[in-house]
């Protein structure tokens, strides 16, 4: 075993550091202790042996008695008779171990020794400082009274209110309040001297980082001057601020100092700083009658200064490193734990030139819906770590929403290293409980330039271009591959969604109404969405549909749409009466949960009976949730509406699904029925779907009835309500009134 080996194992026992450190410290920390003289006896303006024996406590716990006990008895009480030396080192055990027990059952014991934590004031100075300091004058006070310390025989009979009392209980107070932390930096830095590079560290990351060197040199030198003023033996020739005013105009250099240095700084600064105050407290404060009160309010000025200046330090460096967290914290994705979108976007602006690789797993997405959101968040994380290999170290790993991830690069021979980086990932292995996954990982890249204005346009129209990489099994260059029409494409649809979204709020959308005929005379109207642009022209809904689709708005425009119809229904039941509207639904409001009750909802209030409405859901588009979808449809039924299955033959539409839908009505494509006059083949499909609707017990509805041939031919199949320009075309909803009111006049 190595000597500092065991220097570490022995040195925290009672016959080593715990029973030397007090013999060496006291002589030296008596030097700091400041007495003046009151009315021919001596008061104290700052004692700091009891601060270093509570420190002593803190530090070493039980195994510092025995050497407090022996520094006690060779460097205060050696010449003292032996009762009255005993009662003196009880004077100081006494409150040092009720202080030191008050403070551990008060605190948890990760911060026991924590000095400038701000929620541990109130404890530090209850127990440290108030708690130790008052115990032990009152102890001393009532030891002089029973003659338990005979050279102390003077203070008998004092009144605990007296001047005397007063200043002697504050330079127990500040010599508490400011010796412990200084005691302890001490009694650590013997224990273990390389403690001094953590707090050198410590002291830096509490500077506030704003500070230049302008500004510190100003500082130290107001501190320099105000002390040089305050130290100046007095003479004839002396001025104001060779008084204790001198000693209020250190305060605001002091607050300076702590709101810029902090904590640390300030307790190593100001600790010194009010001692060498106090001990030539003399040279500013000279004796004149009124002395005594002045000794009081100068110690009381001690007192006070130390807890702003402490305080206002503790303050300040909380506040900045929570400031400083919260800027680590907004760079810093809490749920995956890696830089985010806001990083990579200062990480370009710091950098000339980067090149930006776009990393696309869209299994990820089907994985995440099987094994979980945690599957998602590791995989991120352990791919992240496992290309960290190949990166230098000013470059990163940036977490992106869903299943995407980017990475930036410096611009020193990217190629090759796109093709490390390729050739890293594809030696990638996932695994999640046991199971060894490795889903395809489509790379685009393209270099950039700082400062990047449109990172989100950029990042999409790399997303494209790495769609482009699993399929072509290497990395893709968006530079190669058409950028400026990819980027004019998604300006577009951006441009697209900004109309809708204002369209919604300022009700440009228009509703028209096609008349749907029934064979058996009974007919109702679908309900047509146009949007009107800036220029009064009307934009069809395979412009903005598919648009409000890909960025979420479709459920909007489908209750928009909803309470509309309702409105009218309800403003014309005189004009219109029996009035049925069928509205179009879109998949994601079909497998919104909420969307029947909104239904439910908007016909109360309305007061619309639900046979009224017919609700039809396209078959063009994916469903994402189908079992949802059916069960929406199934409120909507047994609310009393129809449910309608629109462009059946396209799309997302079977026989299989026909097989599995309940719905009442089917809306066979006009691609079907345009042609059963001219195509035999289109004429037999048509037919076996009605064929199907009829065992479904479902009414068939022809779309692209254009001509009374198609007509006919509808009929013929058993076809039940009839829809196209061949009934009828699409006219404005309010149009419908009129209509109405000119069929009456003419009847």
Not at 87 to 108: D, E, K, M, Q, T
Not at 276 to 291: E, T
Not at 698 to 724: C, K, P, T, W
Request: hydrophobic letters at 45%.
């Amino acid at each position: 075993m190595s000597l500092y080996t065991r220097y570490k194992k022995y040195r925290d026992k009672w016959w080593a550091l715990p029973l030397f450190i007090p013999v060496l410290l006291l002589p030296v920390i008596n030097i700091a202790n400041t007495f003046a003289s009151l009315d021919g006896r001596d008061v104290a303006l700052y004692y700091l042996p009891l601060a270093l024996m509570l420190s002593l406590m803190l530090f070493f716990g039980w195994a510092a008695l025995p050497g407090m006990i022996i520094a006690l008895w060779l460097h205060i009480t050696r010449h003292m008779p032996p009762l009255e030396s005993v009662g003196v080192i009880f004077n100081f055990l006494i409150p040092i171990i009720l202080s030191w027990g008050g403070y551990r059952a008060c605190v948890p014991r990760r911060y026991m020794v924590s000095h400038g934590t701000v929620r541990l004031m109130a404890q530090r100075v209850f127990w440290q400082m108030f708690f130790p300091a008052t115990l032990f004058l009152v102890l001393f006070q009532f030891s002089v009274y029973l003659g338990l310390q005979t050279s102390r025989l003077e203070m008998e009979g004092v009144s605990p209110l007296s001047l005397r009392t007063i200043i002697n209980y504050q330079a127990l107070l500040v010599g508490c309040f400011t010796g412990v932390p200084l005691c302890y930096l001490l009694i650590r830095l013997i224990r273990h001297p390389r403690h001094i590079r953590s707090y050198v560290s410590q002291l830096r990351r509490q500077i506030d980082p704003k500070i230049r060197w302008p500004e510190g040199i100003v500082w130290w030198v107001a501190l320099i001057a105000l002390l040089l003023m305050l130290l100046r033996p007095m003479s004839d020739n002396s001025s104001i601020f060779s008084t204790n005013y001198t000693l209020s105009l250190l305060l605001p250099v002091m607050l300076w100092g702590s709101m810029r240095f902090g904590y640390r700084f300030m307790s190593l600064i100001w600790t010194p700083v009010l001692i060498v105050a106090i001990h030539f407290h003399y040279r500013y404060l000279p004796v004149y009658p009124g002395y005594s009160n002045q000794l009081a309010i100068t110690s009381s000025s001690y007192l006070v200064f130390s807890f702003i200046v402490v305080y206002m330090a503790m303050l300040s460096t909380r506040q900045r490193l929570i400031h400083q967290r919260a800027r680590r914290m907004a760079y810093l994705d809490p749920v995956v734990h890696m830089p985010n979108l806001r990083a990579l976007s200062r990480a370009l602006t710091t950098t000339p030139w980067s090149v930006l690789c776009f990393l696309r797993v869209p299994e990820l997405e089907v994985l995440g819906r099987h094994y979980g959101v945690m599957m998602r968040i590791q995989y991120k994380q352990k791919i992240a770590e496992w290309l960290k290999d190949v990166l230098l170290a000013d470059e990163d790993v940036y977490q992106l929403s869903g299943h995407d991830v980017v990475v930036r690069l410096n611009t020193e021979g990217y190629q090759r290293r796109i093709d490390e980086l390729d050739a890293r990932v594809k030696q990638f292995r996932f695994n999640w409980d046991g199971i060894p996954l490795q889903p395809p990982v489509g790379i685009s890249y393209c270099y950039v330039r700082s400062p990047v204005t449109h990172l989100s346009l950029l990042l999409g129209e790399l997303s494209t271009i790495a769609d482009l990489s699993l399929s072509t099994s290497h990395p893709e260059s968006l530079q190669r591959r058409g950028a400026m029409h990819l980027q004019q494409g998604l300006k577009d649809k951006v441009a697209m969604m900004n109309q809708i979204q204002q369209a919604l709020e300022r009700n440009l959308f228009r509703l028209f109404a096609q008349p749907i005929v029934g064979v058996r005379g009974d007919s109702y109207y679908e309900i047509l969405l146009r949007m009107e642009n800036a220029d009064g022209q009307y934009i069809g809904p395979d412009a903005f549909l598919p648009v409000a689709q890909e960025f979420g708005l479709s459920s909007r425009i489908d209750l928009w749409v909803l309470e509309k119809a309702l409105d009218f229904i309800n403003r014309n039941r005189v004009a219109l009466p029996g009035l049925r509207f069928s509205l179009n639904i879109t998949p994601s409001t079909a497998c919104g949960a909420g969307f029947p009750d909104a239904v439910i909802n908007l016909l109360g209030k309305y007061a619309i009976e639900p046979w009224q409405l017919i609700f039809e859901l396209t078959e063009r588009q994916p469903v994402p949730h189908p079992e949802q979808a059916r069960q929406t449809m199934r409120y909507l039924q047994q609310m009393g509406c129809r449910v309608a299955i629109d462009d059946f033959g396209t799309g997302y539409a079977s026989y299989t699904r026909l097989k599995d839908v309940d719905a009442d009505m089917l809306k066979i494509d006009g691609s079907f029925i345009r042609n059963i006059v001219s195509s035999s083949l289109d004429y037999q499909i048509v037919a076996s779907i009605c064929q199907l609707a009829r065992m479904k017990k479902m009414l068939v509805v022809a779309e692209f009835v254009e001509n009374d041939e198609i007509r006919d031919a509808a009929i013929s199949l058993g076809i039940d309500y009839l829809q196209g320009y061949g009934i009828g075309k699409p006219d404005r909803l309010e149009d419908l009134v009129a209509s109405a009111q000119e069929q009456a006049e003419v009847a």
